[in-house]
């Protein structure tokens, strides 16, 4: 071990049933830096995170720190806090009921006569609370506050654990501005101080401006480990992505050129507070437009409102050149629209149904409860998409959770084919799927363009959307910044667009 | 390899865990009493314990249907259905005898007891169906209220007396008619069995409640109204609440606001776990719940037939009730694993 | 950070609760003394008789804090009563047992209980509902196995604490015989304020209570936070079947019997109780003096149909449904103006 060096982590290996969260995965923190730990989607940063702080079990591998003879192992949270770990987390860890200081010493009060000092307990908070400038009553209940107060009560917390290491898990996703600078140099002093800090966040800036050293995962592999100040953004951008900067200007867009048609859906400064700021969208009968932006960038959200998986609250959407009102996704199917949501597990299968109940319940909700579709019709669709879409499963009958993900993912697909939509967002269809059937899907995508209906393709991967996408809207922090045409197209284009910024 | 995958596909069967469950208390019975099983004829109908069995089931039956889908949407139970059955017997009786204490004919027509019995159990269901769905409040708090109330309205219908209604036709209901094999109760049971699995199965209704039950927001995205449906299966525990009630006052000719459906709850929410299905919500086997329901009615029977009195049955029901809740607990099922596969990986190495 | 001023809180949603509770109790106090001024209801005695009458109810309305706090439930407890006070009568008359020992020996019971029901809610994470509705027929049945006849408690130790009156030389009233008649109280009414206050320290002073709020408020949060969460739900079921225990104890001081229908309905007392007095359905808020309030109000309904006379005892249940109603529909709109402020 090196002498500054205060936490390694060697070859960790970790798997869920059926996905391999973390492969071989190596980390390590030096005292007083500023580490970012950066990746997209599913690319096994939470999971790393949640290794280290004991809330997953890792299968093999070691974790030393600075200090301990033998390797560690925290099987819960208490145990990583002992060991000198503190995290906060992306949803704040506190309890809403009690008030800011109980959350600041919760667990460890300052006792007089054997029961809670209140008084000590407060009169230390609100000095804890002043040195980090946070100025807020700690008598009052955690509720009262906004998230991102909440948020920077969490860190006090966290900093006054004394910590070793400080993990920040996409601790800015609900922060303004001035709030982050606050972060930031409340982070600074800690670094001084010789804490090492693990930042987790999408935020490219960000990274920028506040880290020393970046490690990148990528599908629960270790990309690699880089100096801030010597990885220039976009080769960055290209490492979480999966494209070694080298190869990107070699690949040619292949998206088919399509005539202007008439436009299906109109949004008009569409938004939703917290979610997606007001933004303007056309889609014309027949295109493919892909939505990129990093994570959390507000491409899911985006298309939320539209289905009415959100309720939009600012802005008009045009169907057909008819202003209509989404209030739920029953209206927006019933206008002929689809939506694959990106959260599979979450939001998508319904996993203790069969194969044949996933496929047919979209279209079934659409007829109405009481024109139940027989025995034989429901049979028929679902053989005709298990031929169509090459779902692999023993029968028709196989509950879905039985099946691979990408077999769930041609469930889901099928479920909404079915329904024979107009408009179709597909979320993350690609994601966790094997690399023949991203190909399938891929085509699928163009032939559903083909056949003139209009699709929103949301993806991480570049590449893929260059193969599908007529046209390309760029998001960036809950935000629309941008269209990219066909023309316009091509890798370092889009990446820089993502990036934002000259760097 | 073919004999083991057939063994599999029967103990694997949905049904084989309730079934077994019966066999064992009625195996149990055949050692204790032989004459269990022995049935007899009179005036073209069956007596014997098994047909008590059969009869005293029925409302248990009614109420297991209604509970399972309740279960089954909102991985919550009813505990009111005892309760709504008071309220559905008492308001029956009270127009059926004008308000008398106790009347030989009818003050106003059957038919209208009837109706106005179903749908005062169905607007008790409703309430507890708008407190859950609309109102978001956890299912067993919010039918507590009306687990509390019931009986006291119940009892404010009747004016606290037992109603009775001395008229044959009443008893019906609950009793047997002459050349019918099996007891009246036992087609109403049936016939509110057909009625929910022609409701579940000819309609998507039954598709709707489970997907809900499993994942209610992959179900608002695929355009199911999953507090619609959630409200929908408390008011049809309702209804299945006021109809055993009916079976359980013509049983006593009368409406005893004290006792009808008395502890019926816990019976009913055993049923629902015992035929297999999870408390945890999803999918649901209404065949398993029946059985489940008869398996405790035979066991109650049974322990009736031991000398065991009414008061001291609930205790034994408890135990099964922990035991069955404890094997579906995912905590039990992790650590048996964990101890499993450490005592299988010692082994291994021992070899 | 200029939002120092904070928004208006569930908290101070929750004190509103608890502030309609008390308000509600005293106007129907103020009601009940208008309308029945002659037959007495303004006397102490009166409003002394109450907290006699529902000493055991307070304890096990404590004990049902705890637990909700929690984001528990327990609905054992009318019947745990039910069972100690049958032990306690079997035991003694039957069995020749001492006061002291048989007291001793039912505590021992309601702590083995709770143990047990903890265990299953906290580490198999079985719905404490399901839980303790099987407890609760468990006890009742096991009530019934003792003795299906009622014992009448005759133990002149046990009859002497029952009616040591402890006289408070207060508020004396004169009466025909022209002596003065102060107010008096059973040891019982010691004991269930004794509780009160103890449970009241412990949630406010310890980290034990503190975890159970934090438990309640969010148990993935207090996990994070390094709680030992199983640890503190069980705990709490511990002591709810010690209090439930005592709270039999001191119902029995009341009956002076055991018999198989006692307390029943009791469970839904005690938590209605603590809903009236404020505490959350939902966990992380609650207060074991708003439950006393709780219980006062029920207490008072009671009375007046008590002086009342032609109205009839299930009135209560259903008054007492009504308010259980009101309030838990009153807490899911404080808790849906929260979601919608967010």
Not at chain 1, 41 to 59: C, H, Q, W, Y
Not at chain 1, 116 to 129: F, Q, V
Not at chain 3, 55 to 79: E, F, K
Request: proline fraction near 3%; aromatic fraction near 8%; charged fraction near 20%.
């Amino acid at each position: 071990m090196e002498n500054n060096v205060v936490l390694t982590m060697r070859n960790i290996n970790k798997n869920f049933p059926g996905v391999r969260a973390l492969s071989k995965v190596d980390f390590t923190l030096r005292k007083g830096e500023i580490h970012a730990l950066m990746g997209e989607n599913g690319a096994g940063k939470s999971t790393l995170i949640k290794v280290l702080t004991g809330v997953e079990e890792f299968e093999t591998g070691e974790i030393r720190m600075a200090g301990c003879e033998c390797a560690i192992v925290n099987k819960s949270p208490e145990e990583a806090q002992k060991c000198g770990i503190s995290t906060v987390y992306q949803e704040v860890n506190l309890c809403p009921n009690l008030s800011v200081a109980e959350n600041l010493y919760i667990g460890r009060e300052p006792k007089k006569f054997g029961g809670i000092d209140w008084k000590t307990m407060n009169k230390n908070a609100k000095a804890l609370l002043e040195s980090l400038d946070i100025d807020i009553d700690p008598k009052k209940a955690v509720e009262n506050y906004s998230v991102a107060i909440q948020q920077m009560v969490a860190i006090a917390r966290a900093v006054d654990m004394s910590a070793a290491v400080l993990i920040l898990d996409e601790p800015t996703s609900s922060l303004d501005d001035g709030e982050v600078e606050k972060l930031f140099t409340l982070m600074r002093k800690l670094q001084k101080q010789g804490v090492g800090i693990i930042f987790v966040t999408h935020f490219l800036e960000q990274v920028y401006e506040v880290t020393d050293r970046i490690t990148v995962l990528r599908n629960g592999e270790l990309v690699g480990e880089y100096e801030t100040a010597k990885l220039p953004r976009l080769e960055l951008v290209a490492k979480m992505m999966g494209k070694d900067f080298d190869d990107l200007a070699k690949i040619k867009p292949e998206g088919v050129s399509k005539t202007k048609a008439e436009v299906l859906i109109e949004a008009k400064e569409l938004g939703r507070r917290g979610t997606i700021k007001p933004y303007s969208l056309q889609i014309n009968k027949g295109e493919v437009i892909g939505l990129t932006g990093l994570l959390g960038s507000g491409r899911s959200e985006l298309a939320r409102v539209i289905y009415g998986a959100d309720k939009p609250d600012t802005g008009e959407l045009f169907v057909n050149d008819e202003k209509v009102h989404i209030k739920s996704p029953r209206e927006a199917m019933m206008r002929g629209m689809a939506y694959l949501p990106e959260d599979r597990k979450a939001e998508g299968i319904i996993a203790d149904l069969s194969v044949r109940e996933n496929i047919i319940i979209a279209l079934q909700a659409k007829r109405g409860m009481f024109k139940r579709m027989s025995t034989k019709e429901q049979e028929e669709f679902t053989d005709k998409y298990i031929e169509l879409l090459q779902i692999k499963t023993a029968n028709r009958e196989t509950p879905i959770k039985q099946l691979s993900g990408g077999n769930q993912q041609k469930v889901i697909l099928a479920r909404w084919l079915l329904t024979n939509p107009d408009f179709i967002i597909l979320d993350e269809p690609t994601r966790g799927i094997d690399v023949g059937t991203k190909t399938e899907i891929q085509k699928l995508v163009l032939q559903l363009a083909d056949e003139g209906k209009s699709v929103i393709f949301i993806s991480s991967e570049i590449e893929e959307m260059l193969r599908t996408c007529n046209r390309m809207a760029v998001l960036r922090d809950g935000q629309k910044v941008g269209e990219l045409e066909e023309d316009e197209l091509s890798q370092e284009a889009i990446m820089k667009a993502i990036a934002g910024g000259d760097r | 390899m073919k004999d083991k995958s057939l063994v599999r596909r029967i103990t694997g069967h949905r049904l084989f865990m309730p079934l077994v469950c019966l066999a064992i208390v009625l195996l149990a019975n055949l050692l204790r009493q032989p004459d269990f099983f022995k049935i007899t004829v009179k005036d073209g109908t069956l007596y014997g314990y098994v047909i008590d069995v059969i009869n005293r089931g029925s409302e248990l039956v009614i109420l297991a249907v209604g509970m399972t889908l309740v279960v089954s949407s909102s991985a919550g139970t009813d505990i009111s259905v005892g309760a709504i059955m008071a309220v559905a017997a008492a308001i029956c009786c009270f127009i059926l005898s004008g308000g008398q204490v106790s009347v030989n004919e009818y003050a106003n027509p059957y038919v209208l007891g009837v109706v106005i019995a179903l749908v005062l159990g169905a607007i008790c269901g409703a309430w507890n169906g708008f407190l859950v769905a609309k109102l978001r409040i956890q299912p067993m708090v919010a039918t507590l209220i009306l687990f509390t109330a019931g009986r006291g309205i119940a009892q404010l219908i009747t004016n606290g007396q037992i109603t009775y209604i001395r008229v044959p036709e009443y008893k019906v209901l609950g009793g047997s008619i002459s050349g019918l094999p099996l007891p009246v109760p036992f087609f109403v049971s049936l016939a509110v069995v057909i009625l929910a699995y022609i409701l579940l199965k000819r309609t998507s209704l039954g598709l709707y409640i489970e997907a809900v039950g499993i994942n209610p927001k992959a179900s608002r995205l695929v355009g199911i109204k999953s507090s619609l449906i959630i409200f929908l299966t408390y008011a049809f525990c309702g209804l299945c609440a006021g109809i055993a009630g009916l079976v359980a006052s013509s049983r006593i000719y009368s409406a005893d606001a004290n006792n009808v459906g008395l502890n019926m709850e816990l019976d009913a929410i055993l049923a629902v776990a015992l035929g297999g299905n999870s408390l945890g919500g999803g999918k649901f086997f209404l065949m398993g719940s029946v059985i489940g329901a008869y398996t405790i009615q035979a066991l109650t029977t049974t322990l009736y037939a031991m000398g065991v009195s009414a008061d001291q049955i609930p205790v034994y029901k408890a135990i099964v009730v922990v035991i069955i809740v404890s094997l579906q607990s995912e905590e039990l099922r992790k650590w048996f694993k964990k101890k499993f596969a450490t005592k299988k990986v010692v082994e291994s190495e021992v070899a | 950070m200029n939002k120092k001023k904070g928004r208006k809180s569930i908290l101070e949603g929750t004190g509103f609760l608890l502030m309609i509770t008390i308000a509600l109790f005293i106007v129907m106090y103020v009601i009940g003394c208008l309308l029945f001024a002659d037959k007495g209801f303004a006397k102490p005695q009166v409003f002394i008789n109450l907290l006699i009458s529902n000493a055991g109810l307070i304890v096990i309305a404590a004990g049902m804090t705890v637990i909700m706090i929690t984001g528990g439930i327990d609905i054992s407890v009318g019947s745990v009563v039910a069972v100690v006070c049958m032990m306690l009568a079997w035991m003694m008359e039957r069995k020749d047992v001492g006061a002291i020992p048989a007291t001793l020996i039912v505590l021992g019971f309601g702590l083995v209980f709770g143990l047990f029901q903890g265990f299953l809610v906290s580490y198999l994470k079985i719905q404490p509902f399901i839980v303790t509705l099987a407890g609760m027929f468990f006890a009742r049945g096991l009530t019934a196995m003792i003795s299906q006849d009622m014992i009448s408690i005759k133990n002149e130790m046990f009859l002497s604490w029952a009616k040591y009156k402890i006289v408070i030389p207060l508020f004396g009233r004169v009466n025909r015989r022209g002596e003065v008649m102060y107010p008096y109280i059973y040891p019982s009414v010691v004991i269930a304020f004794l509780v009160l206050v103890i449970i009241f320290l412990m949630l406010k002073y310890t980290k034990f209570g503190r975890s159970l709020y934090a438990v309640g408020g969010n148990e993935q949060s207090a996990l994070m936070m390094g709680l030992n969460v199983r640890r503190t739900k069980l705990y709490a079921y511990v002591l709810n079947g010690l209090l439930a225990s005592l709270g039999g104890f001191l119902f029995c001081l009341n009956t002076c019997a055991g018999f198989v229908e006692q307390a029943k309905g009791l469970e839904m007392d005690a938590i209605s109780s603590a809903v009236i007095g404020g505490t959350l359905l939902t966990g992380g808020v609650g207060n074991v003096f708003g439950s006393l309030f709780g219980v006062l109000i029920k207490g008072t309904i009671e009375t007046f149909i008590t002086f009342q006379g032609t109205l009839s005892s299930w009135w209560v249940r259903i008054a007492i449904a009504a308010l259980l109603a009101f309030f838990i529909i009153l807490q899911s709109i404080f808790a849906s103006l929260k979601e919608k402020r967010k």
